[in-house]
């Protein structure tokens, strides 16, 4: 009977309370990971990854952080945002008053060193314009916006408000 108890006792002792436990980046699980350490990875920018396994065999898993992205691949992914011409338009007339055919008759008065109007032209009747594309930042600039501000577009759909 007393080795009955000390069992149980055992069982009970290696139970752990998940639901209350604190997970934190850098944990080892052996043998498998409960499922609440996916659910908080899943919450705090986090994975877990199989590791080496010990010398018996036994599987373990940590707890890792997803790396932050480099500024250049967030460059990348703010390059790749498409507007369709629609959005461009509707936007920098809710900001400046202007259509297409203003912004060409504005660059014909201002003509920018290096800027191809007749490519210009056709860079404007494309269906969709690419955060990427040099133009969308020389004519940003041009109308008084920076590199921010243009990021600022094809994230939310409108420039930001200026204080001209």
């Not at 080892?28 to 018996?56: H, R, S, V």
């Not at 202007?98 to 490519?119: C, R």
């Not at 690419?130 to 920076?146: A, S």
């Not at 921010?148 to 200026?162: R, S």
């Amino acid at each position: 009977m007393e080795n009955i108890l000390e069992n149980e006792f055992e069982e009970e002792k290696e139970k752990i309370d998940y639901d209350n436990f604190i997970f934190e980046a850098g944990q080892i699980f052996e043998g498998e990971y409960p499922p609440q350490a996916a659910q908080w990875c899943n919450e705090n920018n986090c994975y877990i990854e199989e590791i080496e396994p010990l010398e018996d065999g036994t599987r373990r898993f940590e707890i890792k952080e997803i790396p932050k992205p480099t500024e250049e691949e967030i460059r990348q992914r703010l390059n790749m945002l498409t507007l369709t011409a629609a959005d461009v338009e509707r936007a920098i007339y809710k900001a400046k008053g202007m259509d297409f055919d203003d912004i060409i008759e504005f660059v014909k008065s201002n003509p920018p060193e290096g800027l191809d109007i007749k490519a210009l032209k056709i860079e404007l009747k494309a269906n969709n314009f690419y955060r990427g594309n040099p133009y969308v930042e020389q004519i940003g600039m041009l109308l008084g916006y920076n590199s921010d501000d243009l990021d600022y577009l094809f994230q939310n759909k409108e420039l930001p408000e200026k204080n001209d």
